[in-house]
């Protein structure tokens, strides 16, 4: 743990939990893109304090910051390619763009 006092060492755990959950359910629940590669990002960042409250050595820690570091570089990206392309980044809205370009189905 990172101290010797028990009582603080679960109010990091909770909070690195609480972090979690709330990266887990906003990247679930949300239909912009943006806010969902913010909510995985804020449940990274919770397993990283989690891990660090739990003593896990630096050089997992030092991993899991580039992992993440990456993941947001390769979203960073994907976002700006996704709004070029198709001029929005709600999910609904590039349903619809996806559909307007599809072919129709031949009658059976």
Do not use: C, H
Not at 6 to 29: D, E, F, K, S
Not at 49 to 67: D, E, F, T
Not at 85 to 94: D, P
């Amino acid at each position: 743990m990172v101290s010797a006092d028990p009582i603080l060492a679960r109010l990091l755990l909770a909070m690195a939990t609480t972090l979690l959950l709330i990266g887990v359910i906003a990247a679930w629940t949300s239909t912009n893109l943006v806010k969902r590669v913010v909510g995985l990002l804020f449940a990274m960042l919770g397993a990283l304090v989690g891990a660090a409250a739990l003593a896990a050595p630096a050089a997992l820690l030092m991993l899991g910051a580039g992992v993440a570091l990456g993941y947001f570089l390769v979203a960073a990206a994907l976002i700006v390619r996704v709004q070029e392309a198709y001029g929005a980044v709600e999910a609904a809205e590039l349903d619809s763009a996806d559909g307007v370009d599809e072919p129709a189905e031949p009658k059976a």
